[in-house]
């Protein structure tokens, strides 16, 4: 280890300290903030030390092991989403069926604490988690985990991501130096081992998927993907562009190993969780591109422009009154506007499939970045599934998001446009200087 990295080191434990040792700082966004930016800076530093010193990775590396275990012994510090996750592996592995069931049901009083029974998010409703991330959480909680229990669980899949970088990095001819940028991250460090969410089980497969794809392993990158998406269903973005490169071979492994995944809870209830549907219909904040066009189909009143032509074509058409009232329902400009960008996000996962650009890391960032862009919801733990892509091609403006993203935590039904403005808007510039300079360098 060289003397300047030992010292960033330093400056990121006693950083990583601070934060575990705060507690709750849902009530401190700025706190939250300027720790992601200091340590941003600190792993930006880390990176160009070891771009010019090789040797010291490994040490790095080492660094990064630590920083997550000082982030997983702490509390939980502006997410309550792994509360979720240790009640639905108590109730699977109660014998009760995840999805049959949610929270605030009365035949699962008896799995109810202290601890983890009032700090669960939206009881109401039914768990949105795939059945691989219920497998996972039922194991842990089967084992006796609790709270902390998880949240090492998730660095450790954390730490799994910067192996499949590594590997990535051996198959794709990258600078293995780039890893650190996501090694060091105080977004993957503070979202995984310190918020303890379960996106980087998934993100370590998806960028398996993308290496095994390009090594030419149709079935293994298939199959990655199909086990990525029953941990969380955004990578399913990821499946045009692996089965361009493996054709029907990859379709097959996904599809297969997602459906073997999900058959125990087929066989006992709902394949599919439920609260996905509610998900799906009604979350909405830090939206950019989702906002906008909800606010101009509200602007041109839809609903109420749309119904005489609903009238007129069920009269034409004829049908069952359920399926009119709900094409009625989906044109006013919440649903029309999530149906919008749904379609413009299938037509940009299709388009770069259907044109890649070459390099398989580079599209895999241009797609979750764009499907994240046109999202209704982007939660800062969001963002991770870019974080591994932007680190192995240096993309600036995707590492800035990274560092901009925990603005999201201000506000409180919604993020204010001024928080939306910078964080969007400076990896946004970033990319417009660069995309100047090289046209620049060209002329």
Not at 231 to 258: D, E, M, S, Y
């Amino acid at each position: 280890m060289t003397r300047r990295l030992l010292i960033l080191t330093v400056c990121a434990v006693a950083v990583h300290g601070a934060v575990a040792l705060a507690g709750d700082l849902r009530g401190q966004p700025w706190a939250w903030l300027c720790a992601h930016v200091v340590l941003f800076a600190i792993s930006w530093a880390a990176w160009r030390e070891v771009e010019a010193r090789r040797a010291a990775l490994r040490a790095a590396l080492a660094g990064a092991v630590l920083f997550r275990v000082i982030a997983a012994l702490g509390a939980p510090a502006m997410s309550d989403d792994v509360y979720r996750y240790v009640w639905d592996g108590r109730v699977l592995a109660a014998g009760f069926h995840p999805y049959a069931h949610p929270p605030d049901d009365a035949a699962l009083a008896a799995l109810r604490d202290g601890e983890v029974w009032p700090r669960i998010n939206h009881p109401s409703i039914p768990t949105i988690y795939p059945p691989l991330a219920q497998l996972g959480f039922g194991a842990l909680a089967g084992a006796g985990a609790g709270v902390r229990g998880f949240k090492l669980a998730m660095a450790v899949c954390d730490l799994g991501v910067v192996l499949a970088l590594l590997f990535a990095a051996r198959v794709l001819q990258f600078d293995a130096s780039r890893v650190v940028l996501y090694a060091w991250s105080p977004l993957a460090i503070l979202e995984s081992a310190g918020s303890g969410h379960v996106e980087p089980a998934g993100i370590a497969l998806a960028v398996l998927a993308v290496a095994l794809a390009a090594r030419g392993r149709a079935a293994a990158s298939g199959a990655a993907v199909g086990a990525a998406a029953q941990i969380k269903l955004f990578p399913i973005v990821l499946l045009a562009g692996v089965v361009r490169c493996g054709g029907w071979r990859a379709a097959l492994a996904a599809v297969g190993l997602a459906s073997l995944l999900a058959a125990p809870f087929a066989l006992h209830g709902p394949a599919v969780a439920p609260g996905t549907y509610t998900y799906g219909a009604r979350w909405e904040r830090n939206a950019t591109v989702f906002a906008a066009v909800e606010a101009a189909y509200r602007e041109l009143g839809t609903g109420t422009a749309l119904a005489p032509a609903v009238s007129w074509a069920r009269a034409w058409i004829g049908g069952s009154d359920a399926a009119w009232t709900a094409v009625y329902r989906a044109c006013w400009p919440g649903p029309l506007a999530r149906g919008t960008v749904a379609v413009l996000a299938a037509l940009l996962v299709l388009g770069i499939a259907r044109w890649p650009s070459g390099d398989p890391t580079r599209d895999a960032l241009r797609v979750f970045v764009g499907v994240l862009v046109l999202s209704p919801t982007v939660h800062p733990w969001y963002v991770l599934w870019a974080a591994p892509f932007a680190a192995a091609v240096r993309s600036v403006p995707a590492l800035l998001w990274t560092a901009s993203v925990p603005l999201a935590y201000f506000g409180a039904d919604d993020v204010p446009w001024l928080a939306r403005i910078v964080e969007y808007g400076v990896p946004a510039a970033a990319a417009g200087i660069l995309a100047r300079g090289s046209a620049t360098m060209r002329s």
